[in-house]
């Protein structure tokens, strides 16, 4: 099954016969004192992805069932308000049910749609909106296990999966209503050098095989380093006295891009893990339900071609892999549960307390692992941290990823490594700051990047934070995407972007702008036509040339020529928090002195000293999985050791 976002039928047949055994009164309640005039009512409402189509049956007395016929939601964020809202609605038999958080625009639309059904059905919209919400009578959650895992994004679930499958008891806990953090709006390149899936892609042109030379040549920061650029040495000699039929990569390639990507301040020991790992990784999560494509692409600040997509792109298929295979395994999972501290005993950590559904909540387990993720989307911390960093940018991210991992291990004498180095990507949507909403990021090669004068202004294959910069210093900030139908796997068979958006959607909605010719494109966006013709065409001429005269840039595919083409209107964003926990290789934490905290574990981007001052895009995402799982390892280690 496809779990792309796309216009389909969905029956969610949710027939809340049980509804009232809960309250233990079938009350009338349509609003005021009218009732309704019984049928099934089709109406509608404009979600995030589209329109929501909504059958709602109503008696004479009662909504009785509330079925989600048609949408095209982002499954792993709208599509949990799709499943939650209609229950919740018939079971209070109220429109004032509370909004999934981070998918309020589909709880919202699907309540717009209900009410459209009961003001036909000549029912009180404004009564019903007032009607008490029932809520189960909560008990405080008490429990004891052999791991608790804080977090349910990628590392969180990773973890899960890795302790339970070596033989632990794993309850995770979540704080919002959904499984994925960060991770499920990811657009899910994975980088990992892999001759294979490599085999099929183009060599690198001169100046990219020079880049990789140039890593040879540096002042070595260690005895390690002296020896990588060795390694790195003989592995460009043995392929340049070789065919050359298809891209150089090395490992020792991508360690060295990481590193020196990161300026050298990232720990070269979970560099080289993160590289060695990142293949064998990727096939662990193969055979936890993982569909690959033999696409291998660039993702922007990624630097090399060796960035790996899921068949269905987006972040969530690495999200619902992971959950399937921990339901699988048992694991106990918590939603709307969050944890507030760690419980310690004499030095150790012994568990978490903090809310579940509104209860208390107290788990006590012999290890603690913490995958809260980092701290952009929380601008006090960003400015404490970094007070260079602009305080009114947008971030990509979800609105719980503000640090309470990091905060909670402070309070237990971690240390914390890194916190400055905050990093923004080029690329945030402008409406709201996220990575979606665009066409071309299915790889760097696919597009470039014009200010509001119609010039490029950087190369669109470098660093993160070089690329940032640059357009900071663009007219309002602010730039366009340049790509075009040339690339086929930006917009898949069913209409949808790497992230699961519609793109007619997108366009209509007037968030991506599509035409024919460049001339066209340039009017819809307010450009001299003529000025994007020129950028167009000699940035065409560069493609084929494989010479960027401008800009040095040197990742390219094809020409982009090919109609319709696409602007996706981009600003700066704040994406992902280098800094955080400092960890050992084993994930345990570190407090100031480097010792040891006993019973807690921390693995993902709530971890600092990995990445250094910059990461390479398509390194977060393995990342997460390569540290998560590699916890989930150790924390199953612990427990079975003291059984
Ligand atoms: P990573 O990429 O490191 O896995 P993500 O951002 O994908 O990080 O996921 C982190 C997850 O942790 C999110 O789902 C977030 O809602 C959850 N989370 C954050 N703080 C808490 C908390 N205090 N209790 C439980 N879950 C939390």
Not at 88 to 103: C, F, N, P, R, T
Not at 204 to 225: F, G, Y
Not at 318 to 339: H, M, P, Q, W, Y
Request: hydrophobic residues 40%.
């Amino acid at each position: 099954m496809s779990y792309v976002k796309r216009v389909r039928m969905i029956v969610i047949v949710l027939t809340m016969l049980f509804a009232f055994s809960i309250t233990g009164c079938a009350k009338k309640n349509t609003g005021g004192d009218t009732t309704y005039k019984s049928g099934t009512y089709t109406t509608e409402a404009d979600g995030y992805g589209g329109v929501i189509k909504v059958e709602t049956t109503l008696t004479d007395e009662k909504i009785e069932k509330i079925t989600i016929t048609e949408n095209s939601e982002t499954e792993g964020i709208g599509s949990i308000a799709i499943e939650k809202i209609p229950s919740e609605i018939v079971k209070s038999q109220s429109l004032g049910v509370d909004l999934v958080s981070g998918a309020t625009v589909t709880s919202t639309a699907i309540i717009d749609a209900v009410s459209k059904a009961v003001e036909k059905a000549g029912g009180d919209v404004k009564a019903l909106k007032e009607a008490p919400v029932v809520k189960e009578e909560g008990k405080d959650v008490i429990k004891e296990t052999d791991v608790v895992v804080i977090g349910g994004g990628g590392a969180g679930l990773a973890a899960a999966v890795a302790a339970a499958d070596n033989g632990a008891k794993v309850i995770l806990v979540e704080k919002t209503a959904a499984l994925g953090g960060n991770t499920v709006r990811a657009g899910g390149p994975y980088n990992a050098v892999d001759p294979e899936r490599q085999k099929n892609v183009e060599p690198a042109d001169e100046t990219s095989m020079q880049k990789a030379w140039d890593l040879t040549k540096v002042e070595p920061k260690n005895d390690r380093h002296a020896e990588l650029m060795e390694e790195l040495k003989n592995d460009l000699t043995a392929y340049e006295n070789g065919p050359k039929d298809s891209v150089f990569d090395s490992l020792a390639l991508h360690k060295l891009q990481t590193y020196d990507g990161g300026d050298y301040v990232g720990k070269l020991e979970f560099i080289e893990e993160l590289v060695e790992k990142s293949l064998p990784t990727s096939e662990w999560m193969a055979d936890n339900g993982v569909e690959w494509t033999d696409d291998i692409t660039t993702v922007p600040g990624g630097l090399w071609p060796r960035a790996h997509l899921p068949v269905n792109a987006a972040g969530y298929d690495f999200i619902k892999a992971s959950e399937d295979t921990a339901r699988k395994l048992g694991v106990e999972i918590l939603l709307n549960s969050k944890a507030t501290e760690l419980i310690t005993d004499g030095g150790a950590v012994v568990g978490i307390k903090g809310e579940s559904e509104g209860q208390n909540m107290e788990i006590r387990a012999k290890v603690v692992i913490i995958a809260t993720g980092g701290f952009a989307a929380n601008v006090e911390m960003r400015k404490e941290y970094n007070p260079s960093l602009a305080e009114h940018l947008p971030t990509t991210n979800s609105p719980a990823i503000v640090g309470d991992g990091i905060k909670m291990a402070q309070e237990v004498g971690a240390n914390l490594i890194g916190m400055e180095y905050i990093q923004s990507l080029p690329l945030g949507n402008p409406v709201d700051g996220t990575l979606n909403g665009w066409v071309g990021g299915a790889g760097v090669e696919h597009y470039y990047q014009v200010n509001k004068e119609g010039k490029r202004f950087m190369a669109e294959d470098g660093r993160r934070d070089t690329m940032t910069a640059a357009l900071l210093a663009q007219t309002d900030t602010m730039s366009y995407v340049i790509s075009s139908a040339t690339n086929e796997i930006d917009i898949n068979e069913t209409g949808v972007n790497i992230w699961g958006d519609n793109v007619e959607k997108l366009v209509e909605d007037g968030i991506v702008f599509k035409a024919d010719t460049i001339e066209e494109l340039a009017e819809q966006i307010g450009i001299d036509p003529q000025v994007l013709r020129e950028t167009h065409d000699t940035f065409n001429s560069y493609v084929v040339s494989g010479k960027d005269e401008d800009f040095g840039r040197t990742l390219f595919g094809k020409p982009l020529d090919k109609a319709p083409f696409y602007a996706s209107p981009r600003v700066p964003t704040v994406h992902h928090t280098m800094g955080g926990i400092e960890i050992d290789l084993n994930n345990h934490v570190l407090d100031k002195d480097g010792n040891i905290i006993p019973g807690l574990l921390a693995a993902g981007e709530v971890t600092g000293g990995i990445h250094g001052a910059n990461r390479l895009g398509g390194n977060a995402l393995v990342d997460i999985h390569v540290f998560g799982k590699k916890a989930g390892e150790e924390a199953a280690r612990i427990v079975n050791e003291n059984k």
